[in-house]
């Protein structure tokens, strides 16, 4: 099997994330481009971390599953339990069934890693689900994973 590829018009891996995708500018989720997707996959899911996060590592920002099988996932993702469209469902992290971007305290540099699963099921979940549900609940479920990562720094010229 073909390993699972990601990318957006955004920003490219390890760069720099707009503003616009933060919660210091428009806070709207990016666009993703998927290739090379499983043809046992059933569902797609993405998480957003904070992996700088100093006193909570990979602090979860976002949560998001059940997207329907597709090769691009538009930006700026509507808030809401159930996305229309998508298929999908997002649950509670630091954005509560919404996306919530990166905003780092001060002036300190953090990575944010997307990650996107590609699911053999999809699952039946509460809208108030946290992260840690999600894992457990996708664990065998997997068929494929990639991450892209972005950097942000507040107030950054």
């Known amino acids: 099997m073909e390993q699972l590829m990601i990318k957006s018009k955004a920003f490219d891996e390890g760069g720099w994330i707009p503003v616009k995708y933060t919660a210091r500018g428009a806070d709207i989720s990016p666009d993703f481009e998927i290739s090379n997707i499983s043809p046992n996959a059933k569902s797609i899911a ?3 971390d904070d992996a700088s996060h100093p006193i909570f590592p990979n ?4 949560v998001i ?5 597709q090769s691009v996932i538009p930006e700026g993702i509507a808030h809401g339990k ?3 469209g ?3 469902t997002q649950g509670i992290a630091y954005g509560r069934n919404k996306y919530k971007g990166p905003k780092p305290p001060f002036k300190l540099i953090h990575t944010y890693v997307f990650t996107v699963y ?3 099921c999809t699952l039946d979940l509460a809208a108030s689900c946290r992260k840690r549900d999600f894992i457990n609940n996708i664990d065998g479920h ?6 892209l990562s972005g950097k ?3 107030r950054r010229k």
């Open 46 to 48: 993405i998480t957003l």
């Open 59 to 62: 602090y979860n920002h976002w």
């Open 65 to 69: 599953w059940n997207i329907s099988i």
């Open 82 to 84: 159930y996305v229309d």
């Open 86 to 88: 998508l298929g999908a």
């Open 118 to 120: 590609v699911l053999d």
């Open 142 to 147: 997997i068929l494929q994973q990639a991450t």
């Open 152 to 154: 942000f720094q507040s």
